[in-house]
Protein backbone atom coordinates (compact mmCIF):
# COMPACT_ATOMS: atom_id res chain seq x y z
CA UNK A 1 0.00 0.00 0.00
CA UNK A 2 1.39 3.35 -1.08
CA UNK A 3 -0.45 5.69 1.08
CA UNK A 4 -1.21 3.53 4.55
CA UNK A 5 -3.25 6.75 5.55
CA UNK A 6 -4.35 8.41 2.48
CA UNK A 7 -8.17 7.46 3.20
CA UNK A 8 -7.52 9.70 6.48
CA UNK A 9 -5.91 12.69 4.75
CA UNK A 10 -7.50 12.48 1.58
CA UNK A 11 -10.96 13.26 0.92
CA UNK A 12 -13.10 11.92 -2.27
CA UNK A 13 -12.78 14.10 -5.12
CA UNK A 14 -14.74 13.07 -8.73
CA UNK A 15 -14.59 14.83 -12.19
CA UNK A 16 -16.63 17.80 -12.47
CA UNK A 17 -20.32 17.80 -14.39
CA UNK A 18 -20.86 20.37 -16.96
CA UNK A 19 -24.06 22.15 -15.40
CA UNK A 20 -27.41 21.04 -16.53
CA UNK A 21 -28.61 23.71 -18.56
CA UNK A 22 -25.45 24.03 -20.55
CA UNK A 23 -25.09 19.87 -21.60
CA UNK A 24 -28.10 19.77 -22.43
CA UNK A 25 -27.51 21.57 -25.76
CA UNK A 26 -25.77 18.33 -27.15
CA UNK A 27 -25.39 14.82 -26.85
CA UNK A 28 -21.66 14.79 -25.63
CA UNK A 29 -20.12 13.30 -22.80
CA UNK A 30 -20.05 16.16 -19.82
CA UNK A 31 -17.98 15.00 -16.90
CA UNK A 32 -14.40 16.50 -17.09
CA UNK A 33 -11.78 14.16 -15.99
CA UNK A 34 -9.32 15.39 -13.20
CA UNK A 35 -5.69 15.87 -13.54
CA UNK A 36 -3.77 13.24 -13.14
CA UNK A 37 -1.73 13.89 -9.72
CA UNK A 38 -5.26 14.39 -8.99
CA UNK A 39 -6.45 11.38 -9.84
CA UNK A 40 -2.80 9.64 -8.25
CA UNK A 41 -4.57 11.23 -4.53
CA UNK A 42 -7.80 9.35 -5.41
CA UNK A 43 -5.46 6.15 -5.55
CA UNK A 44 -4.00 6.85 -2.52
CA UNK A 45 -7.03 7.11 -0.67
CA UNK A 46 -7.41 2.78 -0.77
CA UNK A 47 -6.99 1.28 2.15
CA UNK A 48 -6.06 -1.76 1.25
CA UNK A 49 -8.34 -3.31 3.87
CA UNK A 50 -8.18 -7.16 5.08
CA UNK A 51 -10.94 -8.14 2.80
CA UNK A 52 -11.16 -6.07 0.11
CA UNK A 53 -15.26 -6.17 -0.62
CA UNK A 54 -15.14 -4.31 -3.70
CA UNK A 55 -13.39 -6.90 -5.88
CA UNK A 56 -15.67 -9.78 -4.30
CA UNK A 57 -17.96 -9.96 -6.93
CA UNK A 58 -20.64 -12.18 -4.35
CA UNK A 59 -23.86 -12.28 -4.06
CA UNK A 60 -26.11 -10.90 -0.85
CA UNK A 61 -29.52 -10.97 -0.16
CA UNK A 62 -29.95 -11.56 -3.90
CA UNK A 63 -27.72 -8.46 -4.76
CA UNK A 64 -24.16 -7.98 -6.01
CA UNK A 65 -21.67 -7.05 -3.91
CA UNK A 66 -18.03 -5.80 -5.07
CA UNK A 67 -17.18 -6.19 -9.21
CA UNK A 68 -18.37 -9.08 -10.67
CA UNK A 69 -15.09 -9.45 -13.06
CA UNK A 70 -13.18 -9.49 -9.92
CA UNK A 71 -10.76 -6.33 -10.43
CA UNK A 72 -7.84 -6.14 -8.90
CA UNK A 73 -9.31 -3.00 -7.44
CA UNK A 74 -6.51 -2.71 -4.56
CA UNK A 75 -3.60 -3.27 -6.89
CA UNK A 76 -4.15 -0.86 -9.47
CA UNK A 77 -5.54 1.92 -7.16
CA UNK A 78 -1.84 1.92 -5.11
CA UNK A 79 -0.11 1.59 -8.83
CA UNK A 80 -2.24 4.30 -9.41
CA UNK A 81 -0.98 6.50 -6.58
CA UNK A 82 2.54 5.85 -6.84
CA UNK A 83 2.18 7.00 -10.59
CA UNK A 84 3.65 3.50 -12.16
CA UNK A 85 0.06 3.96 -14.84
CA UNK A 86 1.58 1.35 -17.02
CA UNK A 87 1.45 -1.48 -14.45
CA UNK A 88 -1.76 -0.23 -13.06
CA UNK A 89 -3.42 -0.70 -17.10
CA UNK A 90 -1.09 -4.52 -17.00
CA UNK A 91 -3.68 -5.12 -13.79
CA UNK A 92 -6.07 -3.82 -15.04
CA UNK A 93 -7.13 -5.54 -18.63
CA UNK A 94 -5.63 -8.76 -16.59
CA UNK A 95 -9.73 -9.47 -16.18
CA UNK A 96 -11.67 -6.63 -17.83
CA UNK A 97 -11.50 -6.67 -21.65
CA UNK A 98 -13.09 -3.38 -21.94
CA UNK A 99 -12.42 -0.68 -19.05
CA UNK A 100 -13.74 1.92 -20.88
CA UNK A 101 -16.96 0.61 -21.42
CA UNK A 102 -17.53 -0.13 -17.41
CA UNK A 103 -15.64 2.61 -16.49
CA UNK A 104 -18.37 5.12 -18.22
CA UNK A 105 -21.64 2.63 -17.84
CA UNK A 106 -21.07 0.56 -14.71
CA UNK A 107 -23.21 1.80 -11.54
CA UNK A 108 -19.76 0.77 -9.69
CA UNK A 109 -20.72 -2.18 -7.58
CA UNK A 110 -17.12 -2.09 -6.35
CA UNK A 111 -17.62 0.92 -4.95
CA UNK A 112 -20.97 0.54 -3.48
CA UNK A 113 -19.12 -2.45 -1.12
CA UNK A 114 -16.07 -0.21 -0.44
CA UNK A 115 -14.72 -0.22 3.36
CA UNK A 116 -14.16 3.38 3.04
CA UNK A 117 -17.46 3.46 2.02
CA UNK A 118 -18.89 2.15 5.79
CA UNK A 119 -18.36 4.99 7.01
CA UNK A 120 -17.17 7.81 4.63
CA UNK A 121 -16.77 8.12 1.20
CA UNK A 122 -15.79 5.20 -1.06
CA UNK A 123 -12.69 5.59 -2.76
CA UNK A 124 -13.55 6.91 -6.64
CA UNK A 125 -12.60 3.39 -7.83
CA UNK A 126 -14.60 3.86 -11.18
CA UNK A 127 -13.19 7.16 -12.01
CA UNK A 128 -9.65 5.81 -11.28
CA UNK A 129 -10.56 2.74 -13.49
CA UNK A 130 -11.53 5.50 -16.57
CA UNK A 131 -8.37 7.50 -15.87
CA UNK A 132 -5.97 4.39 -16.08
CA UNK A 133 -7.72 2.85 -19.37
CA UNK A 134 -7.39 6.60 -21.05
CA UNK A 135 -3.85 7.18 -20.35
CA UNK A 136 -3.08 3.59 -21.81
CA UNK A 137 -4.72 4.64 -24.82
CA UNK A 138 -2.95 7.64 -25.01
CA UNK A 139 0.53 6.48 -24.20
CA UNK A 140 0.26 3.83 -26.77
CA UNK A 141 -0.33 0.72 -25.01
CA UNK A 142 -3.49 -0.62 -25.65
CA UNK A 143 -2.97 -2.07 -29.30
CA UNK A 144 -3.00 -4.88 -31.11
CA UNK A 145 -1.10 -8.05 -30.27
CA UNK A 146 -2.54 -10.71 -33.17
CA UNK A 147 -2.43 -14.33 -31.33
CA UNK A 148 1.17 -15.93 -32.76
CA UNK A 149 -0.60 -19.22 -33.53
CA UNK A 150 -4.05 -20.20 -34.68
CA UNK A 151 -5.82 -23.21 -33.71
CA UNK A 152 -7.68 -23.98 -37.02
CA UNK A 153 -11.16 -24.03 -34.83
CA UNK A 154 -13.89 -21.62 -35.71
CA UNK A 155 -16.51 -19.65 -33.93
CA UNK A 156 -19.29 -17.70 -34.50
CA UNK A 157 -20.48 -15.78 -31.93
CA UNK A 158 -24.09 -14.20 -32.06
CA UNK A 159 -24.65 -10.74 -31.25
CA UNK A 160 -21.74 -7.46 -30.66
CA UNK A 161 -22.89 -6.35 -27.20
CA UNK A 162 -20.63 -6.53 -24.27
CA UNK A 163 -21.04 -10.01 -23.83
CA UNK A 164 -20.31 -11.15 -26.78
CA UNK A 165 -17.38 -8.37 -27.54
CA UNK A 166 -15.78 -10.30 -24.88
CA UNK A 167 -15.97 -13.83 -25.76
CA UNK A 168 -15.04 -12.35 -29.45
CA UNK A 169 -12.30 -11.05 -28.00
CA UNK A 170 -11.07 -14.02 -25.28
CA UNK A 171 -11.11 -16.78 -28.11
CA UNK A 172 -9.57 -14.30 -30.60
CA UNK A 173 -6.61 -14.19 -28.40
CA UNK A 174 -6.40 -18.26 -28.15
CA UNK A 175 -6.05 -18.75 -31.16
CA UNK A 176 -9.10 -19.40 -32.61
CA UNK A 177 -10.90 -17.94 -35.65
CA UNK A 178 -13.90 -15.94 -34.99
CA UNK A 179 -16.45 -14.29 -36.44
CA UNK A 180 -19.18 -12.09 -34.42
CA UNK A 181 -22.59 -11.50 -36.41
CA UNK A 182 -24.57 -8.50 -35.93
CA UNK A 183 -28.27 -7.34 -36.92
CA UNK A 184 -27.85 -3.22 -36.59
CA UNK A 185 -25.78 -2.17 -39.50
CA UNK A 186 -22.94 -0.77 -36.44
CA UNK A 187 -21.17 -2.93 -33.96
CA UNK A 188 -21.96 -2.97 -30.35
CA UNK A 189 -25.25 -4.06 -29.65
CA UNK A 190 -26.65 -2.45 -26.60
CA UNK A 191 -23.63 0.13 -26.43
CA UNK A 192 -23.90 1.00 -29.46
CA UNK A 193 -27.80 1.66 -29.99
CA UNK A 194 -29.09 1.29 -26.44
CA UNK A 195 -27.01 3.79 -24.15
CA UNK A 196 -27.07 7.63 -25.38
CA UNK A 197 -24.31 8.91 -26.60
CA UNK A 198 -24.04 11.26 -23.25
CA UNK A 199 -23.15 8.32 -21.30
CA UNK A 200 -20.84 6.75 -24.09
CA UNK A 201 -19.62 8.28 -26.61
CA UNK A 202 -19.68 6.02 -29.67
CA UNK A 203 -16.25 6.62 -30.80
CA UNK A 204 -15.13 4.82 -27.41
CA UNK A 205 -16.68 1.40 -29.19
CA UNK A 206 -15.40 2.21 -32.77
CA UNK A 207 -11.40 2.68 -31.15
CA UNK A 208 -12.32 -1.00 -29.78
CA UNK A 209 -13.60 -2.64 -32.85
CA UNK A 210 -10.78 -1.55 -34.55
CA UNK A 211 -8.46 -3.03 -32.62
CA UNK A 212 -10.06 -6.33 -32.40
CA UNK A 213 -9.89 -6.10 -36.23
CA UNK A 214 -6.64 -5.87 -36.46
CA UNK A 215 -5.94 -8.54 -34.04
CA UNK A 216 -8.25 -10.77 -36.28
CA UNK A 217 -11.79 -11.13 -35.11
CA UNK A 218 -14.11 -10.71 -38.02
CA UNK A 219 -17.76 -8.22 -37.77
CA UNK A 220 -20.27 -8.66 -40.32
CA UNK A 221 -23.18 -6.24 -39.73
CA UNK A 222 -26.80 -6.29 -40.52
CA UNK A 223 -26.95 -9.70 -40.29
CA UNK A 224 -29.79 -11.49 -38.67
CA UNK A 225 -29.20 -14.72 -37.60
CA UNK A 226 -32.90 -16.84 -37.95
CA UNK A 227 -33.74 -14.46 -40.18
CA UNK A 228 -31.60 -13.35 -43.34
CA UNK A 229 -28.87 -15.29 -42.01
CA UNK A 230 -29.30 -19.52 -41.76
CA UNK A 231 -28.52 -21.19 -38.53
CA UNK A 232 -28.11 -24.27 -40.59
CA UNK A 233 -25.60 -22.75 -42.77
CA UNK A 234 -23.62 -20.98 -39.75
CA UNK A 235 -23.98 -24.66 -37.84
CA UNK A 236 -21.56 -26.25 -41.00
CA UNK A 237 -19.49 -23.03 -40.97
CA UNK A 238 -18.44 -23.40 -37.43
CA UNK A 239 -17.42 -25.84 -35.31
CA UNK A 240 -18.84 -23.52 -32.30
CA UNK A 241 -21.99 -21.07 -31.64
CA UNK A 242 -21.88 -18.60 -29.39
CA UNK A 243 -25.50 -16.96 -28.87
CA UNK A 244 -24.95 -13.35 -27.12
CA UNK A 245 -28.07 -11.85 -28.47
CA UNK A 246 -29.35 -9.76 -25.59
CA UNK A 247 -32.39 -9.79 -23.56
CA UNK A 248 -34.51 -7.14 -26.17
CA UNK A 249 -38.23 -8.18 -25.88
CA UNK A 250 -39.62 -5.76 -24.06
CA UNK A 251 -42.02 -5.80 -21.37
CA UNK A 252 -45.56 -3.99 -22.34
CA UNK A 253 -48.22 -1.89 -20.75
CA UNK A 254 -51.61 -3.71 -20.63
CA UNK A 255 -53.88 -0.90 -20.45
CA UNK A 256 -56.79 0.48 -22.49
CA UNK A 257 -55.65 2.93 -25.46
CA UNK A 258 -52.32 0.60 -25.72
CA UNK A 259 -53.03 1.53 -29.29
CA UNK A 260 -53.01 4.92 -29.61
CA UNK A 261 -49.97 6.68 -32.03
CA UNK A 262 -47.46 8.17 -30.16
CA UNK A 263 -46.80 5.03 -27.80
CA UNK A 264 -43.26 3.57 -28.31
CA UNK A 265 -40.93 1.06 -26.38
CA UNK A 266 -37.81 3.14 -24.61
CA UNK A 267 -35.09 1.11 -26.42
CA UNK A 268 -36.86 1.71 -29.94
CA UNK A 269 -36.56 5.21 -29.47
CA UNK A 270 -33.59 5.57 -27.89
CA UNK A 271 -31.99 3.43 -30.79
CA UNK A 272 -33.84 5.23 -33.48
CA UNK A 273 -32.39 8.54 -31.49
CA UNK A 274 -28.66 7.16 -31.80
CA UNK A 275 -28.57 5.86 -35.24
CA UNK A 276 -29.96 9.33 -36.53
CA UNK A 277 -27.22 11.39 -34.89
CA UNK A 278 -24.40 9.26 -36.06
CA UNK A 279 -25.96 9.07 -39.37
CA UNK A 280 -26.63 12.85 -40.27
CA UNK A 281 -26.35 14.55 -37.05
CA UNK A 282 -30.17 14.41 -36.81
CA UNK A 283 -30.88 16.23 -40.09
CA UNK A 284 -32.55 12.77 -42.01
CA UNK A 285 -35.26 13.09 -38.98
CA UNK A 286 -35.58 9.67 -39.31
CA UNK A 287 -36.22 9.23 -35.33
CA UNK A 288 -39.31 9.77 -32.76
CA UNK A 289 -39.11 14.09 -31.92
CA UNK A 290 -40.46 14.89 -28.53
CA UNK A 291 -39.70 18.75 -29.44
CA UNK A 292 -42.28 20.95 -28.35
CA UNK A 293 -44.32 17.68 -27.13
CA UNK A 294 -45.23 16.72 -23.53
CA UNK A 295 -43.22 13.45 -22.85
CA UNK A 296 -44.42 10.60 -20.31
CA UNK A 297 -41.82 7.60 -19.79
CA UNK A 298 -43.35 4.81 -17.63
CA UNK A 299 -40.47 3.54 -16.05
CA UNK A 300 -37.89 4.23 -13.44
CA UNK A 301 -34.88 2.78 -14.17
CA UNK A 302 -31.61 3.61 -15.62
CA UNK A 303 -33.20 3.29 -19.30
CA UNK A 304 -36.34 5.19 -18.16
CA UNK A 305 -33.61 8.17 -16.98
CA UNK A 306 -31.86 7.95 -20.78
CA UNK A 307 -35.21 8.62 -21.94
CA UNK A 308 -35.79 11.57 -19.89
CA UNK A 309 -32.26 12.82 -20.78
CA UNK A 310 -32.84 12.26 -24.08
CA UNK A 311 -36.05 13.90 -24.83
CA UNK A 312 -34.78 17.05 -22.61
CA UNK A 313 -32.16 17.29 -25.29
CA UNK A 314 -34.95 17.09 -28.29
CA UNK A 315 -36.79 19.48 -26.86
CA UNK A 316 -39.55 18.30 -25.11
CA UNK A 317 -41.79 20.49 -23.48
CA UNK A 318 -42.13 18.51 -20.21
CA UNK A 319 -40.86 15.39 -18.93
CA UNK A 320 -43.02 13.01 -16.39
CA UNK A 321 -41.63 9.98 -15.19
CA UNK A 322 -44.00 7.50 -13.68
CA UNK A 323 -42.28 4.71 -11.30
CA UNK A 324 -44.31 2.15 -9.76
CA UNK A 325 -42.18 1.26 -6.62
CA UNK A 326 -42.39 3.86 -3.75
CA UNK A 327 -39.57 6.27 -3.36
CA UNK A 328 -36.37 4.65 -1.88
CA UNK A 329 -34.91 6.25 1.40
CA UNK A 330 -32.00 8.82 1.16
CA UNK A 331 -29.42 6.84 3.27
CA UNK A 332 -29.25 3.11 4.18
CA UNK A 333 -31.93 1.54 6.16
CA UNK A 334 -31.15 -0.87 8.74
CA UNK A 335 -32.19 -4.16 7.30
CA UNK A 336 -29.37 -2.90 4.44
CA UNK A 337 -26.67 -2.90 5.70
CA UNK A 338 -23.01 -2.50 3.98
CA UNK A 339 -21.57 -4.32 1.90
CA UNK A 340 -24.83 -4.96 0.30
CA UNK A 341 -25.88 -2.68 -2.64
CA UNK A 342 -27.28 0.24 -1.03
CA UNK A 343 -31.25 0.33 -1.58
CA UNK A 344 -30.94 4.47 -1.75
CA UNK A 345 -32.97 7.11 -4.26
CA UNK A 346 -30.71 8.08 -6.73
CA UNK A 347 -31.29 11.42 -8.94
CA UNK A 348 -29.22 10.58 -12.24
CA UNK A 349 -28.36 12.73 -14.85
CA UNK A 350 -31.80 13.20 -16.43
CA UNK A 351 -33.64 13.93 -13.77
CA UNK A 352 -30.64 16.32 -12.52
CA UNK A 353 -31.70 18.14 -15.94
CA UNK A 354 -35.40 17.99 -15.34
CA UNK A 355 -34.96 19.64 -12.35
CA UNK A 356 -33.18 22.25 -13.52
CA UNK A 357 -35.15 23.16 -16.86
CA UNK A 358 -38.69 22.32 -15.46
CA UNK A 359 -38.14 23.48 -11.80
CA UNK A 360 -39.21 19.51 -10.63
CA UNK A 361 -38.35 15.87 -10.38
CA UNK A 362 -39.94 14.45 -12.97
CA UNK A 363 -40.32 11.38 -10.96
CA UNK A 364 -43.51 10.58 -9.70
CA UNK A 365 -43.68 7.04 -7.25
CA UNK A 366 -46.50 4.59 -6.69
CA UNK A 367 -47.98 5.14 -9.70
CA UNK A 368 -48.89 3.65 -12.89
CA UNK A 369 -51.11 4.12 -16.42
CA UNK A 370 -54.88 3.42 -16.04
CA UNK A 371 -55.82 4.50 -19.67
CA UNK A 372 -54.12 6.07 -22.37
CA UNK A 373 -56.31 8.82 -24.16
CA UNK A 374 -56.59 9.52 -27.77
CA UNK A 375 -57.73 12.09 -30.02
CA UNK A 376 -60.41 11.25 -32.82
CA UNK A 377 -57.39 10.43 -35.04
CA UNK A 378 -56.25 8.13 -32.43
CA UNK A 379 -53.04 9.78 -31.61
CA UNK A 380 -51.80 9.94 -27.94
CA UNK A 381 -53.21 13.27 -26.03
CA UNK A 382 -53.19 11.98 -22.32
CA UNK A 383 -52.92 9.52 -19.96
CA UNK A 384 -55.81 8.82 -17.14
CA UNK A 385 -52.70 7.72 -13.90
CA UNK A 386 -53.43 5.68 -10.85
CA UNK A 387 -51.99 5.53 -7.82
CA UNK A 388 -50.85 2.20 -6.08
CA UNK A 389 -50.35 1.15 -2.57
CA UNK A 390 -48.87 -2.88 -1.17
CA UNK A 391 -51.98 -4.82 -0.40
CA UNK A 392 -51.93 -7.97 1.29
CA UNK A 393 -53.57 -10.42 -1.54
CA UNK A 394 -56.54 -12.32 -0.01
CA UNK A 395 -56.12 -15.30 -2.44
CA UNK A 396 -52.47 -15.74 -1.86
CA UNK A 397 -51.61 -14.20 1.28
CA UNK A 398 -48.72 -12.06 -0.42
CA UNK A 399 -48.17 -8.28 -0.67
CA UNK A 400 -48.83 -6.75 -3.94
CA UNK A 401 -49.39 -3.56 -5.48
CA UNK A 402 -52.79 -2.78 -5.73
CA UNK A 403 -54.85 0.49 -7.09
CA UNK A 404 -55.45 2.98 -4.99
CA UNK A 405 -59.09 3.65 -4.88
CA UNK A 406 -60.46 7.26 -6.39
CA UNK A 407 -56.73 8.09 -7.18
CA UNK A 408 -57.40 8.53 -10.82
CA UNK A 409 -55.55 11.29 -12.12
CA UNK A 410 -55.31 13.03 -16.24
CA UNK A 411 -51.88 14.31 -17.42
CA UNK A 412 -50.61 15.59 -20.98
CA UNK A 413 -49.22 13.20 -23.13
CA UNK A 414 -48.14 13.27 -26.87
CA UNK A 415 -45.71 10.97 -26.59
CA UNK A 416 -45.26 7.98 -23.97
CA UNK A 417 -42.09 5.83 -23.52
CA UNK A 418 -42.71 2.53 -22.27
CA UNK A 419 -39.35 1.62 -20.15
CA UNK A 420 -40.65 -1.32 -18.22
CA UNK A 421 -37.91 -3.26 -18.29
CA UNK A 422 -37.26 -6.64 -20.82
CA UNK A 423 -39.31 -10.24 -20.22
CA UNK A 424 -36.08 -12.14 -22.08
CA UNK A 425 -34.56 -13.15 -24.96
CA UNK A 426 -36.48 -12.90 -28.92
CA UNK A 427 -37.17 -16.58 -29.43
CA UNK A 428 -36.72 -16.73 -33.29
CA UNK A 429 -32.86 -16.43 -32.60
CA UNK A 430 -33.21 -19.40 -30.09
CA UNK A 431 -35.58 -20.79 -31.95
CA UNK A 432 -32.95 -20.45 -35.02
CA UNK A 433 -30.32 -23.38 -33.43
CA UNK A 434 -33.44 -25.32 -31.33
CA UNK A 435 -31.99 -23.68 -28.61
CA UNK A 436 -34.74 -24.18 -25.64
CA UNK A 437 -36.25 -21.30 -23.57
CA UNK A 438 -36.75 -21.31 -19.63
CA UNK A 439 -40.05 -20.47 -17.98
CA UNK A 440 -38.38 -16.78 -17.17
CA UNK A 441 -37.97 -16.95 -21.65
CA UNK A 442 -34.16 -16.95 -21.36
CA UNK A 443 -31.85 -19.36 -23.35
CA UNK A 444 -31.35 -22.55 -21.13
CA UNK A 445 -28.42 -23.48 -20.30
CA UNK A 446 -26.84 -26.69 -18.23
CA UNK A 447 -26.29 -26.04 -14.45
CA UNK A 448 -23.54 -23.87 -13.54
CA UNK A 449 -22.37 -23.48 -17.40
CA UNK A 450 -23.15 -22.09 -20.92
CA UNK A 451 -23.62 -24.93 -22.73
CA UNK A 452 -27.26 -25.32 -24.35
CA UNK A 453 -29.05 -28.67 -24.81
CA UNK A 454 -27.84 -28.58 -28.50
CA UNK A 455 -24.49 -29.98 -28.94
CA UNK A 456 -22.05 -26.43 -30.00
CA UNK A 457 -24.26 -24.14 -29.05
CA UNK A 458 -23.15 -21.94 -26.19
CA UNK A 459 -25.29 -18.89 -24.80
CA UNK A 460 -24.11 -16.17 -22.91
CA UNK A 461 -25.41 -12.82 -21.08
CA UNK A 462 -28.26 -10.84 -21.29
CA UNK A 463 -29.71 -13.65 -23.42
CA UNK A 464 -29.09 -16.46 -21.07
CA UNK A 465 -29.57 -14.66 -17.53
CA UNK A 466 -32.18 -11.85 -18.35
CA UNK A 467 -31.53 -8.32 -18.46
CA UNK A 468 -28.43 -7.43 -16.43
CA UNK A 469 -25.48 -5.15 -16.39
CA UNK A 470 -23.26 -4.39 -18.92
CA UNK A 471 -20.04 -5.73 -16.05
CA UNK A 472 -22.16 -9.38 -15.79
CA UNK A 473 -22.04 -9.50 -19.61
CA UNK A 474 -18.46 -9.20 -19.89
CA UNK A 475 -18.11 -11.69 -16.89
CA UNK A 476 -20.07 -14.34 -18.72
CA UNK A 477 -18.53 -13.47 -22.24
CA UNK A 478 -15.06 -14.42 -20.70
CA UNK A 479 -16.75 -17.60 -18.72
CA UNK A 480 -18.23 -18.99 -21.84
CA UNK A 481 -14.89 -18.37 -23.95
CA UNK A 482 -13.24 -20.85 -21.11
CA UNK A 483 -15.90 -23.40 -21.94
CA UNK A 484 -16.22 -23.26 -25.51
CA UNK A 485 -11.96 -23.15 -25.60
CA UNK A 486 -12.51 -26.42 -23.42
CA UNK A 487 -14.71 -28.31 -25.73
CA UNK A 488 -12.60 -27.56 -28.32
CA UNK A 489 -9.22 -28.15 -27.25
CA UNK A 490 -9.90 -30.68 -24.61
CA UNK A 491 -8.10 -28.36 -21.49
CA UNK A 492 -8.19 -24.59 -20.99
CA UNK A 493 -5.28 -21.84 -20.12
CA UNK A 494 -7.96 -18.79 -20.32
CA UNK A 495 -8.11 -17.04 -17.32
CA UNK A 496 -11.81 -16.34 -16.67
CA UNK A 497 -11.44 -14.19 -13.30
Partial sequence: MGKPTGFLEYDRKTSTAIPPKERVGNFHEFHKPLSRQEQQTQGARCMECGVPFCQAGMMIEGMASGCPLHNLIPEWNDLLYSGNWEQAYNRLK??????????????????????????????????????????????????????????????????????????????????????????????????????PNMKLEKDIIERRIAIMKEEGVSFVTNADVGRNVKAATLRKEYDRIVLACGAKNPRDIKAAGRDANGIYFAVNYLGSVTKSLLDSGLKDKKFVSPKGKHVVVIGGGDTGNDCVGTSIRLGAASVTQLEMMPKAPDTRAEDNPWPEWPKVCKTDYGQEEAIALFGNDPRVYQTTVKEFLKDKNGNLNGIITVKLENRKDEKTGRMALAEVAGSEKKIPADIA????????????????????LDARTNVQTK??????????????????????????????GREVAAEVDLSLMGYTYMAVQ
Fill in 94 to 195: KTNNFPEFTARVCPALCEAACTCGHYGEAVATKENERAIIEYAYEAGLVKARPPKVRTGKRVAVIGSGPAGLAAADQLNRRGHEVTVYERDDRIGGLLMYGI
Fill in 417 to 436: LIAAGFLGAEKYAADAFGAA
Fill in 447 to 476: AGGYQTGVKGVFACGDMRRGQSLVVWAIRE
